[in-house]
């Protein structure tokens, strides 16, 4: 496999977002709590009326933009990756107990997966933020549930077809146990498949978190999230564009990013994956 | 193939109940309803006058097992809010959810599906790389920024279309097109890969052997395979499109089941809620289970693998 | 040059039927964000006050609470009242009125009203009337109410109660809730589209005098930015809650903003049981160490005034003595050390986002002034049923959020903010015994006096950090000709969003 032609273009973007996420207090120019109300609103630094102390402008309450995007990488792509390793770990796990298990443990995975698909994950985001607090881990839960089922179907689909195999079937008859077939033959398998399903979810969980945020059941005020600041700054449209602006853009690079990784993947991998 | 049928109502049957299980208990137990629907005016005696009135005083197993007695026999109870039927209330916006949902998968269709062609038949050409692009960035940008930017722009400044509401053409124009746009990404890449796919088949380069044009072949072999995941993705995505385009109708004011059923749960309007959960739960389960019952009709190696 | 595309695209999307629908001069177009939940005054249950305005165009009550004298009470339709004895209310009712449907309003339809409102345990309606007993024709125009204890509130929460007609019975709660509102008021109900809209039109026979305009047109769309574009873009001619980012620009061009002063006031109650909010220095440096006047000319744009006191100008037991807090950090910080927290400590402050006018930016900034004199403020966001629980059943940490509207009576507000059990003993002691006095003293003057107490005891205590009161912004068509004022409706606001012409 071909790692820079694996990697691409996408890769190169993802990787250069973690970055700034995780050197962020050295990135930032300002504190992410400083306020300063008398400086609120204004414009980015080329337009008349802004400053090069803050290159992107500022916010109602005051506070750097520039900054609190860069923060704000930590927040979205942390939550969003942390989200997704988890439905990962759990998609793949319980798509390789159905695919390779069958019959009813098959039945009963599939059809909680159906029920949880047709709860449009909008309301069950809202009634778990309802129910519970609207914090960072119940966030995490809403994104899990959101995402762990897409893993789940394809692991088992390339389950069940591995299974089927005849290097299984002479495994099985040599008398090796469940657990040992599923990771030593099948697990290979599901790998590849499992890591660009990722790099789609990722995109797509920064999206939800920006919609969550919307609805005001996101993360919460006053730590930065790009889709917290894309909602935040929709009232200004007309009046102060750079507030949506910069996190907008940015989260339309990390979900560039994260879709052509995948992409690259897919064509490095195995060109005869499907695109999900 | 009778016994593969009834095996999947049951189990439709059952997830129906898992539905219904998972969101009253999820409803029952985010809060008390007499708080947010009465005015802080009203004192405690009004609010526990108001609990017994609707038996949100009664044990939870008990008010679940009432609910389910009542809603197998079609009766969804009253909403808090309203005081009307629950199912009534919902009903009555099911129209306006549907209009807004056909519009969306018309155009998602129309958009995506020949973008998809169109970038499937020269793959890596700049046809390709633009409308993939294109594609991309439709999925990175939220729904609601779209929206509002769209009545800023189109509604505001221009006067080309009205703002919100429902009620003439204009009006479902631009959430039907916001509602529209990442299914309608979504669409295109899965053509585009399912045509890659077919177009690479043996049977396809037979034909083309054959001799047979090549928009032909391209357009009648390897949609008819894409047909398929098509629709199945988009039978995946009913729920969302039916109860998730709450923000589409939050921003156009689309008097659609979203608002509604998002409304009632911050009232905490449980019979309301319930009952749109219900509807769309079904509504899920029926479509795909119809699905599930095509394919296993027309492809019977499938009834193994999806029963 | 440039504009010759566009108006060409406008008026082909006009012909083919897809331009904005356009709105008559005769009719207003009123956006609200939330639909009314029935328009039966009587109603078992809940009650949303976006269900009181449009009531309110369609039916009448005994007593008017009016504003060109603020909370000054006139004759609606009763003419006159009094109280034989303190447990007794009086109304003599006017004549010649008539319902939408015809019929005559007499003592009957009152006491049909009040008879629902008292068997409606459930609902707000029977709140109003309180120890209210029973109520009683004397004879076609004379109508008396019994209390079993005295209740000064009555006459003013009587303003609230909507009177229905007999025939009520007849077409039964369901359909007089959305198809046949009858009431006695200056409009009556043409139709209402689920979701969309309500439409009203005048009534010709109203006693007061026909309205204007012809026809009224509520719309329920639920975004504010939404909102103020339907407002920019000519859809509708007013809106209530604009969004403040765009509070500026809607003052512009061809619409206006009309800010009705004192609607209401934002409480942050701290729970004074909770270590070291239990000292008075501390809570008096964390109103200190906020500058409220900065946040009110800046976040609120100067809809929203600084305070230092739970009651606002307008309200029975306001003292503009009272000033509020200054803005002085050092001595905060000096507070906080002779209190022995020189270090600062953590606290917690449940807020509510989008509640009302840029609740969350308030917090946010007062939070970061607070952490300059080194309290580290946690906000937690909460939802509104929530926040309301946890302050009366006491189970909040630090400070938590709320807001009146402001109202008549301040009986209710009083209890719902002083009496939760959040005071130290000796606190709640003196609260009770203000609150008590204050809620069954008969005599106005008295009643207000008593009120100011309880406000200065609330102020030298600091028992909320106090930071503002809000003004409604209301926006509109700046060619339309309508004022606010005030009067009746729901929760206690004391004016209308339309006023029809009286």
């Known amino acids: 496999m071909n790692v820079r032609r694996a990697v691409g273009p996408g890769g190169v973007v993802l990787v250069g977002l973690v970055l700034v996420a995780a050197f962020a207090p050295a990135l930032a120019p300002h504190d992410v709590g400083g306020l300063d109300l008398l400086r609120r609103l204004a414009p980015p630094a080329w337009s008349a009326g802004g400053s090069w102390a803050h290159p992107c402008g500022t916010d109602p309450l005051g506070r750097d933009v520039l900054s609190r995007v860069i923060y704000g990488a930590r927040t979205s792509l942390a939550i969003a990756g942390a989200a997704m390793l988890v439905a990962a770990a759990l998609g793949i796990f319980l798509g390789l107990l159905s695919g390779y298990a069958g019959s009813w443990p098959d039945a009963l995975i599939m059809r909680v997966a159906d029920i949880q698909l047709s709860f449009p994950y909008l309301l069950l985001a809202i009634a778990v933020m309802a129910l519970l607090k609207p914090s960072l881990t119940n966030l995490m839960i809403v994104l899990v549930l959101r995402s762990w089922v897409v893993y789940a179907r394809l692991v088992r689909v390339v389950t069940l077809s591995a299974r089927e195999r005849e290097f299984v079937t002479a495994a099985r008859a040599m008398g090796g146990g469940a657990a040992r077939i599923l990771f030593r033959h099948i697990a290979p398998n599901v790998v590849g498949a499992s890591i660009i399903v990722s790099s789609f979810q990722l995109a797509e969980l920064i999206i939800v978190e920006s919609s969550l945020s919307f609805l005001g059941l996101g993360v919460q005020p006053p730590t930065p999230s790009w889709g917290g600041m894309v909602s935040e700054g929709r009232a200004y449209v007309g009046s102060a564009w750079w507030l949506s602006a910069f996190p907008g853009l940015s989260i339309v690079l990390a979900v560039l990013g994260a879709n052509l990784t995948g992409d690259a993947l897919r064509r490095a991998l195995d060109p005869r994956l499907r695109g999900v | 193939m009778r016994r593969y049928v009834i095996g999947r109502l049951v189990q439709a049957a059952l997830a129906l109940l898992g539905v219904t299980c998972v969101a009253f208990l999820l409803v029952s137990l985010s809060g008390d309803p007499a708080f947010i629907l009465l005015t802080p005016e009203a004192g405690e005696s009004q609010r526990a006058a108001f609990r017994e009135m609707y038996g949100l005083d009664r044990p939870l197993a008990v008010q679940y097992a009432s609910y389910v007695g009542h809603v197998a026999r079609g009766d969804f109870g009253r909403s808090f809010a309203f005081d009307r039927p629950a199912l009534t209330v919902v009903l009555e916006r099911v129209p306006a959810t549907l209009e807004l949902a056909v519009a969306a998968v018309v155009l998602a269709i129309a958009f995506g599906v020949p973008a998809g062609i169109a970038a499937a038949i020269r793959p890596g050409s700049w046809l390709d790389r633009a409308v993939m692009t294109i594609v991309l960035l439709g999925q990175s940008v939220p729904t609601f920024w779209l929206g509002l930017l769209m009545i800023r722009i189109l509604a505001v400044d221009l006067r080309w279309l009205p703002v919100s509401g429902r009620g003439t053409w204009g009006q479902l124009v631009m959430p039907a097109t916001a509602l529209a746009l990442w299914l309608a990404a979504l669409l295109a890449r899965i053509t585009r890969s399912e045509m890659l796919e077919s177009m690479a088949q043996d049977y396809v380069r037979t034909a083309r052997a054959k001799g047979l044009p090549e928009r032909g072949v391209t357009i009648r072999h390897a949609m008819a395979n894409a047909l398929l995941p098509i629709v199945t993705l988009i039978g995946l995505q009913i729920g969302t499109l039916l109860g998730g385009a709450v923000i589409t109708e939050t921003v156009f004011a689309w008097p659609g089941l979203g608002t509604l059923v998002f409304d009632a749960i911050l009232r905490k309007d449980y019979p309301v809620v319930l009952a749109v959960v219900e509807l769309v739960a079904a509504g899920f389960i029926v479509i795909n289970m119809s699905l599930d019952l095509l394919y296993g009709y027309l492809d019977p190696r499938l009834r193994r693998a999806t029963a | 040059m440039r504009k010759k595309p566009a108006v060409v695209i406008s008026l082909v999307l006009a012909v083919l039927g897809l331009g904005a629908p356009a709105t008559a001069k005769d009719q207003w177009v009123i956006a609200f964000g939330e639909e009314p939940f029935t328009l039966n005054p009587a109603n078992k249950g809940a009650l949303a ?325 080194g309290v580290r403020i946690r906000l937690v966001p909460t939802e509104r049923a929530k926040i309301q629980k946890d302050l009366q059943a006491a189970t909040f940490d630090g400070i938590t959020s709320g807001q009146w509207g402001t109202t008549a009576e301040s009986d209710v507000m009083a209890k719902w903010f002083f009496r939760p059990k959040i005071f130290t003993p000796e606190l709640d002691a003196k609260l009770a015994q203000l609150v008590g006095a204050g809620s069954s003293e008969v005599d106005r003057t008295k009643r207000g006096k008593i009120w100011s107490e309880l406000s200065r005891y609330a102020h030298d205590e600091a028992l909320w950090l106090y930071i503002h009161y809000q003004d409604e912004a209301i926006a509109k068509r700046r060619d339309l000709p309508w004022q606010y004022w005030a009067g009746r409706g729901s929760k206690g606001y004391i004016y209308y969003y339309i006023p029809a012409k009286r």
């Open chain 3, 49 to 373: 006050a976006v269900s009181d305005y449009v009531q309110i165009q369609m039916f009448d009550a005994l007593v008017d609470v009016t504003g060109t004298e603020f909370l000054a009470l006139k004759p609606m339709l009763a003419e006159r009242w009094e109280n034989p004895n303190p447990n007794t209310w009086r109304f003599y009712l006017r004549r010649g009125v008539k319902f939408h449907n015809g019929d005559p309003f007499t003592a009957e339809d009152v006491k049909l009203t009040i008879d629902l409102a008292l068997a409606n345990k459930g609902s707000t309606q029977n709140s109003y009337l309180g120890p209210t007993e029973s109520v009683r024709v004397i004879d076609p125009y004379t109508v008396e109410l019994v209390t079993k204890t005295p209740f000064p509130p009555l006459l003013s929460n009587i303003s609230r109660l909507h009177i229905v007609p007999r025939a009520y019975e007849k077409v039964g709660p369901d359909l007089f809730g959305t198809k046949q509102p009858i009431g006695t008021g200056p409009y009556r109900f043409v139709e209402w589209q689920r979701g969309q809209h309500i439409v009203l039109e005048a009534n010709s026979d109203y006693w007061g005098g026909a309205p204007t305009p012809r026809r009224l047109m509520f719309r329920f769309i639920p975004d504010s930015s939404t909102r103020a574009a339907e407002l920019k873009a000519g859809g509708v001619d007013i809106i209530t809650g604009p969004p403040v980012a765009q509070l500026k620009e809607l003052a512009t061009g061809d619409t206006t903003i009309v800010a009705i002063p004192a609607v209401r006031v934002i409480a942050y109650p701290i729970n004074t049981l909770q270590k070291p909010l239990g000292d008075v220095r501390v809570r008096r440096a964390l109103n200190l160490a906020v500058d409220r006047e900065t946040i009110a000319k800046t976040l609120l744009q100067g809809y929203g005034k600084p305070t230092g006191q739970p009651f606002i100008p307008g309200w029975l037991g306001y003292d503009p003595e009272i000033k509020p807090f200054a803005y002085d950090p050092a001595q905060a910080k000096k507070l906080l050390a002779e209190s022995g927290n020189a270090g600062g400590f953590e606290l917690t402050w449940n807020i509510t986002t989008g509640v009302f006018l840029a609740d969350r930016e308030i917090a946010e900034a007062a939070s970061a002034m607070l952490g300059q004199v």
